[in-house]
């Protein structure tokens, strides 16, 4: 019997499979039209968007996003944004998880219920005083301060700690016994056992810091810094959704591109993620 | 592992230290109009160039050719910007000069964000005295000049000639427009009796501000002082009531289109959905380039007017318009000479800027035959005249013009009366503008 073959199935199952393969062409739909539209012209488009189901197509959007833009520099800055989010948050959410799982000190449970009261205080109602506070410092227009605000993350915190706490303490305690620091029973025992974790919140942390719009609008207002979501919005002429609706869609794709990327390569540990099952 | 550790450090200390600073001869030119320097990236023929972007990328490209001894640095926001540019200003990193619609400025002006600019605008040889009286009135506030506008932009009635006269509604090859509430339902019906289709073309789905130009538009021509005081709307009254009435009687009727957002609604009209689409300035060039193309809707059958006068108190249009501002900062001489060189450029081809559809800002070039000549110009000419902003002091007027926009489209469409929409749309303007006064700490 063929893998993925209907016959063998329970009716409920056949049920099931077809529910996701209708629920997949409705998710799936959209990217496919848009991938569409960005292949015709805006002029075309401009009259009739049904026209992206014959020919002709075009590169020529894409072609214009490239020359037109420095899309090349948002993209390096986007980049080094995100793959410093994520090596950042690990680092601490991994030490800071160690610390609350592992390790007594006094308060230590407060603490603990304060990092989580994080999860219920949206970006929104701090980043006013988030924004003075990173003008007094200088730190407007530079990596360090499109990076600093997303490394303290309550969920990777939690995350962590939950991962740790499930880890038996038996495997401390043994390679302690064979004489080994508190901080190699960390870096070199559990750690390694938390890579699984490790990889869904660092793919969860770098699909964030990449499609992140609203902190990187306000703090890398100089087109130099732009990340790719600022500066592709950017490049949008007024009313683009009808007389530049190729470009829009050509920017659209190409913005995705990485996320597209990260996604088919790492889709076990976003569902996991998703799921909550990483522990 | 010191050598790790200082390569880190070193690391950080570079990331940090990625800023951007600026030459004594350069500044900083920030716009909203997109991006299309792969079309114009290196082009300085304005004549030959179209659309906003195309237009303002050339004009710049020609500035910087003709200056050499300035460095013009562009920098392209998403529309329109301000968000980005008020964190820029919290920052102390403002740029030297902005594109900001005229209906914005208050809110940067209150808050002594904006320089005047009316000594040195004349200085240069852009006269105040020569800006339209719209557009004065759009940067003028408390006698003070705040940027010098660009153009001038309304609301119209973009036409479907063809189907106009199937209707009956041509004469002398003009369209023949309403006078009056009653007559423009009237003629609506007939229309669409004629036709089959309805009356009116409008983005109800998604185009908030729509709703609330409208409404503006026909408030001033019944004289309504709604802001008499700028820090508090008044709707709850019999001439709002009036309109809203209208356009929920145009819905009722099916005597407009239903449903669609802008861009279906900008299509629609172009595929011969309706007669008439209330959308503005800049889709002049778009219908006009579509009306000579063979075999459409719109063949030789496209014409664009302002608002028509429905009540007898005034000829008004609710208008806004592009403006160029500059925010307080230090500036070295060099710099500061060096943005009114660029506006004086700017002034001094406006009329290139015009062909984007938008009303030209000063009054020499709306009187030139050079003007007169491009398309329909002459049809829409009176707005510099009629175009009427919301009054000066009258701040967040992007937001206000949203919030109207949430309450008047459920009354138009039926699913709330008109009374609750206009006492909820009062209720919550002057709610927002009251707690905007509490925070800026005005009177």
Known sequence: ?279 | MKRRAFAGLAGAALLAGCGVSQAPNEIVVQRFFGTCNAQYGSQTDVAAAQTECGIITTLINKFRAENPDIKVTVSTVAWPGYNQLSAQMATGDAPDVVTMHESAIPDFQSRHLLEPMGEELRAVGVEPDNFTEASLKGVTIAGNVWGMPFDTWAPLWHINMNYFRQAGLVRDDKPILPSSPEELIEQARQFKKATGKPYFVQALANQKPAYSRNLYTYLMQQDADFFADPKRIKLRTPEARRIVEMFRTLYEEGLTTRDQDYAAATRGFMNGDGGVYLVGTWMIGDYEAESRRPDRPLSNGYTVYPYPQLFPEKDATFADGHSWVMPVKERTPQQRQAVYRLLKFLADNNFQWARTGHLPAFTSVIESAEFKALPYRDNIAKIALTGTPLPAGVERRFAIEDTIGEELAPAIAGQKSVEAALFDAEHRVNDLLFHVLATSGEP
């Open chain 1, 1 to 279: 019997m063929a893998a993925g073959s209907m016959v063998g199935r329970t009716l409920s199952d056949r049920l099931i499979l077809v529910a996701v393969i209708v629920l997949g062409i409705v998710m799936v739909a959209p990217i496919v039209w848009a991938l569409g539209l960005s292949l015709k012209t805006n002029a075309e488009l401009m009259v009739d968007t049904s026209s992206v189901l014959h020919a002709p197509y075009t590169l020529q959007n894409y072609w214009d996003l490239v020359i037109g833009s420095p899309v090349f520099r948002w993209f390096v800055n986007s980049m080094i944004v995100s793959l410093g989010m994520t090596i950042g948050v690990l680092v601490l959410s991994s030490l800071a998880g160690y610390g609350f799982a592992r390790l007594e000190f006094p308060g230590r449970d407060i603490i603990f219920v304060l990092v989580l009261f994080g999860l219920a205080v949206p970006e929104q109602a701090v980043i006013i005083p988030r924004h003075q506070l990173f003008s007094e410092l200088g730190l407007h227009n530079t990596y360090i301060g499109l990076i600093l605000p997303g490394l303290s993350t309550s969920f990777g915190v939690f995350l962590m700690t939950q991962y740790f706490r499930a880890i038996p303490r038996e495997v401390d305690e043994a390679a302690m016994l064979d004489n080994a620091t508190r901080f190699q029973v960390f870096w070199r025992v559990l750690l390694p056992m938390t890579l699984p974790a490790q990889a869904t919140l660092g793919i969860y942390t770098f699909l964030h810091a990449w499609n992140d719009y609203w902190w990187p609008l306000i703090s890398g207002t100089n087109a130099q810094m732009y990340t790719v979501t600022v500066g592709i919005a950017s490049t949008q002429i007024n009313f683009a959704e009808s007389a530049g609706l190729g470009f829009l869609m050509a920017q659209a794709i190409f913005a995705a591109l990485p996320i597209l990327i990260v996604y088919v390569f790492f889709q076990k540990y976003i569902v996991r993620a998703v799921s909550g099952g990483a522990t």
